[in-house]
């Protein structure tokens, strides 16, 4: 069986230890204390290097300590290993693995659109984006994708982002001021309404880092970002010139 090794044992590191372990010898690093975690879910825990050693090897560290995680491990994976990480951007990250890992290695750059909310009854149906950054495995990785049941889709770094500038950057800015406002769960909602909530209890757990690396390390994020608030702010004036205009009359 092959060994796999997931460094950042954090929410998504424990979904993914979960579905993997029935597929290789999962060995799970952390800078936190993980032994209890790892034990409910029966994988083993080992050091960086021993992670680093595995024959697949997942980054799931934080974006904002990705590059220095991918310089440690540089010197300690093995030749012909694949690394990929699961990160919410692309481009950065597939940068740092190819400047940083050996020749030797293969890169591909996956970004799971689930976490332990949205798949909490499965992977069924879940969305993987699936980069290549080098070599050809990221092949093998849609497969494993397929079989595992999730909703495979092959493109290129830049594309990802080109499009979660929209679709993550600007749904999470969105949800996260309404989670922030705390909007409540009225008696008389409609369905628009309802589909709000269910936004912000998708992303009320969702940590603060990885909000900041979706709005900050997509390079496509801030004019998204800044069209939004101009037509927001561009409503709302629109919306008072017209009241004053009414109470005039």
């Known amino acids: 069986m092959k060994r796999f090794g997931i460094i950042g044992f954090g929410r998504f590191g424990q979904l993914a230890a979960k579905h993997l372990r029935d597929h290789f010898a999962v060995t799970v690093t952390d800078m936190a204390e993980i032994g209890d975690a790892a034990a409910a879910i029966g994988v083993e825990t080992g050091t960086l290097a021993d992670a680093a050693d595995c024959d697949v090897v997942m980054l799931a560290v934080p974006v904002q300590a990705m590059a220095e995680t991918i310089a440690k491990i540089a010197p300690l994976v093995r030749p012909g290993a694949l690394v990929l990480d699961v990160a919410s951007v692309k481009m950065l990250p597939a940068r740092w693995m190819l400047e940083a890992l050996p020749e030797s290695v293969d890169i591909v750059a996956t970004h799971p659109l689930f976490g332990p909310q949205s798949a909490r009854g499965g992977l069924a149906g879940q969305p993987l984006v699936v980069c290549a950054v080098r070599g050809e495995r990221h092949h093998k ?19 990802h982002d080109r499009e979660m500038a929209y679709v993550q950057a600007l749904t999470h800015l969105i949800g996260r001021a309404l989670v922030n406002i705390r909007i409540p769960d009225e008696e008389l909602k409609t369905n628009s309404y309802q589909h709000l909530l269910e936004l912000c209890g998708l992303i009320r757990d969702d940590s603060k880092e990885l909000f900041f690396a979706i709005q900050n390390l997509n390079p496509y994020a801030e004019e998204i970002t800044r069209q939004f608030i101009a037509e ?16 005039a009359d």
């Open 141 to 159: 990785v849609a497969e494993f994708g397929r079989s595992l049941g999730l909703a495979v889709s092959i493109t290129t770094a830049e594309e």
């Open 232 to 247: 927001a702010n561009g409503l709302l004036a629109e919306s008072l010139k017209a009241g004053n205009r009414s109470a």
